[in-house]
């Protein structure tokens, strides 16, 4: 097995006894279970692991969590491949196949490094100032090929994944001290709780360090308050990353499965009467010259590696910080076995058990002292300390050369509070902490811990005990815990705080993915680039896949310096969900395929299906379009069906049409409010065709009204329309009329509809044996009949939107199928043959038959198609009439005309504008279009100015680029005056 | 004389029941489906009471069971009642005596009725149900119309088992069983244990 020269002879929560092979850019490694790919890196001694994204910077590890701004990697191969996943967050398994983003061959060694030595040039609005000339165009296409990082998986995503919904009282975001002592008070409140973590286990920062909580070992201390969350009920979500907080409380949660053959993750839409934030904070990188070399590391992250992972960074590390935490990082290095070369502390006073710690084990701190240059190829070798002074200028002729193999930086800590920020919250820097806090809530929720600026652990436990306790409903208390500074006051100035500035010689740089350096900032301040927000877009600061978690505040900190400004003046940019990047499956979960968009499926599916009908979507109904038969072409197919039906029979699902019972003592009273026509006036038995608007005026829907009775209605719909039709008649009751007594009830699945149209249609509905009788003397046009086919019950509607004698025979549902087959049985002797939606359009077409939605649209009155005069006909109020009244919605409106090519063989797209001839400006447009088999020549509808007054006149269609001779013409094409219906 | 044969509208499409470790997923057959309003100016309760047996329940998403026949809340003026198919004539019979008070009507075909039983019923609706089914807040007897993902249904918590009934519109029904099957097929575990914290069965 190969040695892991980095690896420390004991510790680290690994499973030693597991050793698992991985690869890294085609190079063979070993880690063990419990690693990370980056701490198993670290233990191979790898250190440079990736290039920034626009100067191909070599870069290392730089953090042990999800604010990894470098070690981006790929991971697998093929269909499973996903890119740019962070090495922090990469659960180690056997086989691992890992390759750096944005780097070839390989991250050490970069071709695209070359790009390296242009830096000088690019600076901020590089690109929009250089490829403006002469055109943006002529350069995108290289741009865009060299931006992006890392590569989309080429083929389907064979993977599993699980969306859920879940509900909780109290949601803590964060497995630390302070999250489960506030999951442990809320629910001995008696709240259902539920702690979410996104590591393998509970602990949060305990886990990286060696300090004792409460007088006992801080791995104990866990143990016992998990006990305690488990024996309280609390549910314990780890692997499980919070990724965004929305209206409501909602919390969005990415859940690592990887159930063995199942799913593997899973994505929860958690939504909590109260939510606790205890998700930490950010360690920052100090800002010097030569900042970025590979193994310049957080000094909290180098302590975690050594700690949790039983990883050495390096064996002989150098520290810079302005905070004490770094004192403890140190302490836990020396521990294990790690030399401190150097230890440089910006700040002048510290505080003195912390000086005597650190001289006790025999290093001497070197206050008012910082960072100001750094050597290596590429990795780090050696760093220049040097004295600093309140505003952070250095003096670097008394500086001296350290040698390092690792420096570890500390810049003070940023809480997390990224969810905090999604969830309409506020931020405001606390000057006493030095980092932006929580201010204005808008949601339900409080924060606890060091995202709380509660920095210290048994701080954290306290503020969660109290957080927790208060989420559960129990009440506030009367005063918070006397606020203790989490670090010894300090002199330093707020610019020495946020950046070392050096002879300036080499950049510092700010935003390690993106290339962001101190001096770009302060070209942005200086462009008039003043809003943090404008900052952002300008420099592409805190854009990068990390979002600026580890760069964002010392890049705000440089330009309040910058703009001579206060940084709470400056103030933060809002933060956007997803928190970490989250995998497009888990979003989509079982989503997939016909799962995606469910369509409504008709009485008669299978039977279409064994007719061998194309299926398409029309209005959210699978629908047969046309039945293409021994190779037959789409548009032979439709031609052939509506030929059928002018020659013999068709048939056809007409299930989707909208039904809508409306029943009761002022049903067409109702009915005469909502339509256009006057409904009253239908008789028992008889049909109507109604036209629907909007308050408007514009034509919102047409259907048949059939009256079943004195006081019931059935109400035809449009197919799309069928839902919202209901809604809105009982708006209109509920909010408008209430004093009306009238029940809507729609049955839109509760029948099936099978049409029967043709000449032969008569004969074939008498073969069905109806029980009553269906001549027309009985049952003439827009009429209809109540009877039974096959002891079944139906109902015989005469109406016709094919201009061909036609019945629509309606029987409950679970019986269409049934009655389907029974006409295609009896009807073989008439030649009876199904139809589709794309034949039926053809002759609606010729007829000049209205669809609504195509040859309407929201400016539509129903003067534009012909029904001016039986509207203003009509005496009392109904929806939308007012409008429609209007001087000009009476001025030279389009209206609906036929439209017919001088040339037989012409043809128009639907969408065609037409225009006058020797005009120059469209006056309308085709609605419909299409070839005629009955009149062996193309036919179009139109909406065109002043159209109706207008039939004969010549004009031009603007057909894909040709100019089409037509003639207007009346909607009726074929058979004017109706013979066709008594056939 | 032929006869129209009925068909449900899973015959084609689903083989169900569908077992899955912790879940059962069949259809019921025979139901009868009635919608009830009442009149806005009448009062049709009490005359409901004498036909069904049971008061119409008036709290939201409540329902009251009386041998095979359940009554739903839906609005304030509208239930949904089921029972058997070979119970239904009669009783649409007598309710019709209650027009114009009460207005009922068979809907038996526009939906589907699909039951989904088992230990872990509840968390396979969680996968598409947005409503919160614990115990605490849907307990037996509660009812609710929501959304599986996009598809609108009705749930009904039959027992504490837990057992619920789903009425889903027949031209949705294949998509809702698509989706419970496929969800069934890889249901995951409740959540992650914890090391040295076992899963809890909330």
């Known amino acids: 097995m190969k040695r892991q020269p980095f690896r420390l002879v004991s510790g680290g929560r690994i499973d030693r006894e597991r050793p698992l092979r991985f690869a890294f850019d085609g190079r063979d490694y070993v880690g063990y279970e419990g690693d990370t790919l980056a701490s198993a890196l670290l233990a191979n001694g790898v250190r440079t692991v990736g290039r920034s994204f626009r100067l191909h910077r070599p870069r290392g590890i730089m953090s042990a969590g999800a604010e990894e701004a470098n070690a981006i990697m790929q991971l697998g191969r093929g269909a499973t491949t996903e890119p740019n996943l962070k090495a922090t967050q990469i659960a180690l398994f056997d086989g691992l196949d890992a390759r750096a983003v944005n780097a070839w061959p390989s991250a050490r060694f970069d071709i695209s490094a070359v790009l390296g030595l242009f830096q000088r040039f690019l600076k901020p609005g590089f690109y929009y100032k250089t490829f403006i000339w002469p055109y943006w165009n002529l350069y995108s296409w290289l741009i865009r090929r060299l931006g992006g990082m890392g590569i989309a998986p080429p083929l389907a995503d064979p993977d599993r994944y699980e969306t859920r919904f879940d509900h909780c009282d109290v949601l803590v975001v964060g497995g630390g001290p302070a999250g489960m002592s506030a999951a442990r008070a809320a629910a001995e409140s008696g709240a259902h709780v539920v702690l979410v973590d996104d590591q393998r286990e509970l602990g949060g920062s305990l886990l990286g360090m060696r300090e004792e909580v409460a007088g006992q070992p801080a791995l104990d201390w866990i143990a016992d308050a998990g006990a305690q969350l488990h024996a309280l009920g609390v549910r314990v979500f780890t692997e499980t990353m919070a990724v965004g907080w929305y209206d409501h409380n909602l919390i969005a949660l990415n859940q690592q499965v990887n159930a063995p053959g199942g799913i593997r993750q899973r994505f929860l839409k958690m939504r909590a009467r109260h939510v606790v934030l205890a998700s930490g904070a950010i360690e920052r990188p100090l800002v010097f010259p030569a900042n970025d070399r590979p193994n310049i590391m957080l000094a909290g992250a180098a302590r975690a590696y050594a700690v949790r992972f039983g990883v050495a960074a390096g064996w002989r590390a150098a520290i810079a910080t302005n905070n004490d935490s770094a004192y403890e990082a140190a302490f836990d290095l020396l521990d294990a076995g790690i030399t401190i070369s150097a230890f440089a502390d910006l700040r002048d006073r510290v505080r003195p058990d912390l000086i005597a710690r650190l001289r006790a084990k025999g290093v001497e701190p070197l206050l008012s002292c910082g960072p100001v240059d750094t050597k290596g190829d590429p990795e780090i070798q050696a760093v220049h300390l040097a004295p600093v002074d309140r505003n952070g200028r250095a003096d670097l002729s008394r500086g001296k050369w350290h040698d390092c193999d690792l420096l570890c930086v500390s810049g003070g800590w940023s809480p997390t509070l990224h969810l905090f920020s999604q969830s309409g919250g506020r931020l405001k820097f606390d000057d006493q902490r030095r980092c932006f806090l929580a201010d204005a809530w808008v949601q339900q929720g409080g924060v606890a811990g060091a995202a709380a600026g509660e920095f210290s652990t048994l701080e954290a436990i306290a503020g969660g005990r109290t957080v927790g306790a208060v989420a559960a409903g129990e009440p506030v208390p009367a005063a918070k815990p006397a606020d203790t500074p989490a670090e010894a006051p300090s002199t330093l100035s707020d610019s020495c705080a946020w950046e070392v500035i050096g002879d300036g010689r080499r950049p510092a740089w700010v935003d390690h993915q993106y290339d962001v350096t101190s001096s770009d900032v302060r070209i942005a301040a200086a462009e008039n680039y003043r809003s943090v927000e404008h900052l952002k877009r300008y420099t592409t600061l805190g854009m990068a896949l990390d979002q600026g978690k580890t760069s964002n505040v010392n890049g705000i900190g440089v330009l309040a310096a910058a703009l001579v400004k206060p940084i709470a003046d400056v103030g933060t940019t809002r933060f956007r969900p997803p928190y970490s990047p989250v995998t497009l499956g888990a979003i989509v979960g079982h989503r997939t395929g016909r799962r995606l968009l469910p369509l409504r499926q008709l009485p008669t599916h299978a039977e279409q299906e064994k007719h061998g009908a194309t299926m398409e979507d029309y209005g959210g109904w699978l629908r047969p379009a046309f039945y293409a038969a021994g190779g037959e072409s789409e548009e032979d197919a439709i031609r052939r069906e509506a030929l059928h039906v002018r020659n013999a029979v068709g048939l056809f699902d007409a299930s989707p049409l909208g039904k809508l019972l409306v029943s009761g003592p002022d049903a067409a009273k109702f009915l005469d409010r909502m339509y256009i026509n006057t409904i009253s006036t239908i008789k028992v038995g008889k049909c109507r065709y109604a036209l629907l608007l909007n308050e408007h005026g514009a034509i919102r829907d047409d259907g048949v009204i059939q009256r079943l009775a004195d006081d019931e209605f059935l109400v035809g719909t449009t197919s799309g329309f069928a839902t919202e039709a209901g809604y809105w008649f009982e708006d209109w009751l509920q909010c408008e009329w209430p004093d009306l007594d009238v029940i809507v009830q729609p049955v839109t699945n509760q029948w099936a509809t099978i049409n029967l149209a043709g000449p032969n249609a008569l004969a074939l509905l008498r073969a069905l044996e109806p029980s009553v009788n269906v001549d027309d003397s009985e049952l003439p046009h827009m009429s209809l009949a109540n009877a039974t086919i096959g002891r079944a019950n139906v109902r015989i509607a005469r109406v016709s939107y094919s201009g061909e004698r036609s019945y629509e025979i309606s029987i409950a549902a679970n019986r269409g199928a049934a009655l389907w087959r029974q006409c295609l049985d009896v009807g073989a002797g008439f030649g009876v043959a199904p139809f589709g939606v794309e034949a039926l359009m053809r002759l609606r077409l010729e007829k000049g038959f209205l669809h609504v939605g195509a040859d309407t649209d929201s400016d539509t009155y129903p003067q534009d198609i012909g029904f001016g005069r039986v509207m203003f006909a009509k005496k009392n109020d109904f929806v939308g009439r007012r409008s429609t009244m209007r001087v000009n919605a009476n001025d030279r409106r389009k209206q609906l005309v036929g439209i017919q090519a001088l040339s037989v063989s012409d043809a128009f797209v639907t969408g065609s504008h037409i225009i006058a001839e020797g005009g120059t400006h469209s006056q309308g447009w085709i609605s419909s279009s299409g070839f005629s088999p009955v009149l062996g020549r193309y036919v179009a509808l139109g909406r065109v100015e002043c159209g109706v007054s207008r039939h004969g006149e010549d004009v031009i269609v603007f057909n894909q680029g040709r100019r089409i001779r037509a003639r207007l013409c009346s909607p009726c094409a074929f058979d004017p005056d109706g013979t066709r219906l008594h056939v | ?202």
């Open chain 2, 1 to 202: 004389m032929f006869e129209l044969q009925s068909q449900s509208p899973l015959d084609h499409f689903v083989q169900l029941p569908i077992e899955a470790p912790g879940v059962r997923i069949s259809e019921i057959p025979d139901v009868a489906i009635f919608g009830l309003s009442v009149s806005r100016t009448g009062d049709a309760a009490e005359a409901a009471r004498d036909v069904i047996g049971a008061a119409l329940p008036s709290a939201p998403n409540s329902s009251v069971a009386q041998g095979n026949l359940w009554v739903t809340w839906m609005t304030p003026t509208q239930w949904r009642l089921t029972t058997t198919r070979a119970d239904a004539p009669a009783l649409l019979t007598s309710l019709e005596r209650l027009k114009p008070a009460l207005w009922a009507f068979d809907i038996s075909d526009a939906l589907c009725a699909i039951s989904i039983d088992g230990a872990r019923a509840s968390d396979l609706l969680s996968t598409g149900v947005p409503i919160d089914l614990h115990p605490r807040r849907f307990s037996t007897g509660c009812a609710a119309a929501t959304l599986f993902h996009t598809i609108p249904v009705h749930i009904q918590q039959a027992h504490e088992a837990p057992a619920y009934r789903i009425l889903v519109e027949r031209s949705l029904a294949h998509a809702l069983c698509n989706h419970l099957v496929e969800a069934a097929r890889f249901l995951a575990p409740a959540c992650t244990a914890t090391k040295g914290i076992e899963v809890s069965a909330a």
